[in-house]
């Protein structure tokens, strides 16, 4: 026993051998994704993180209650409006006289299919967002767990503008195309820019930081970073178009073949 001990202590006074069991400890956790730096992380946390006051979080609650009960309104209200939408179809019905009498006129249509799928999408992503907000304003409920509730529901409500907008163009386009294109072409040329509006902020965030970041990271990665950043923020606001657009081509290509 006493053999070891005299072992373990001239490894340890040894630097070499105590230099080399450092670096074998280093290497492992970073072989392990594990975080490491000079600083005590937990006493640095503990020192300057912001505990709220009992006073504050309650002013924050009131805060969130008061938004999120406003949009609740505003996401009841596209939800109403997809849901009349899917219901009175643009182009009306056919005669019970005819064949498949009570059916769509434009029914198998693709710019009907992509109609029809974005009132649906409209609908669907509202009602989520009626139901987050609800879970959001309510105070018995976990602060955080509301917050996140919050975000998530309004980006749900954003996906439904969108799907919202969508159907809005190819409504007046199917009742328009036939009397009158180019004004037809015009309204969901113009129709985009609810887009552009409700997604001004977070552009104008993207292109302020562009050129610090090419700065700090240099020209290539920084605009690597930038473009994939626009590339997530375009896929996040455009997959209502793509769902849309995609499904009614998968039908017409299945009712094809």
Request: aromatic share 10%.
């Amino acid at each position: 026993m006493a053999h070891c001990f005299i072992c373990y202590s001239h490894q340890v006074s040894n630097p070499f051998l105590l230099q080399n069991l450092e670096n074998k400890i280093y290497y492992t956790l970073q072989s392990v994704g594990a975080y490491h730096s000079a600083l005590p992380w937990d006493k640095t946390e503990e020192t300057y993180s912001q505990h709220e006051k009992p006073e504050d979080e309650d002013k924050e609650s009131g805060r969130l209650k008061d938004a999120a009960q406003a949009l609740i309104v505003a996401s009841v209200l596209i939800a109403t409006v997809a849901f009349s939408a899917t219901f009175t179809l643009p182009g009306g019905y056919r005669a019970d006289d005819h064949t498949n009498g009570g059916v769509p006129t434009l029914a198998g249509n693709y710019v009907f299919d992509v109609f029809v799928m974005a009132t649906t999408l409209a609908f669907i992503s509202s009602s989520i967002a009626t139901v987050g907000f609800a879970f959001a304003a309510n105070p018995m409920v976990n602060m955080i767990s509301r917050k996140d509730t919050f975000v998530l529901s309004m980006l749900s409500m954003l996906s439904s503008v969108t799907s919202m907008s969508i159907a809005f163009a190819l409504g007046v386009y199917m009742v328009l195309a036939p009397v009158a294109h180019n004004t037809a072409i015009a309204v969901c040329v113009i129709t985009p820019a609810i887009l552009l509006s409700a997604n001004m902020n977070a552009i104008s965030k993207m292109i302020s930081l562009a050129r610090p970041l090419c700065i700090r990271k240099g020209l290539f990665l920084g605009t690597v970073q930038v473009l994939k950043s626009y590339m997530l923020r375009v896929v996040f606001v455009l997959w209502p178009f793509m769902v849309t657009f995609g499904w009614a081509a998968l039908a017409r290509i299945h009712q094809n073949t």
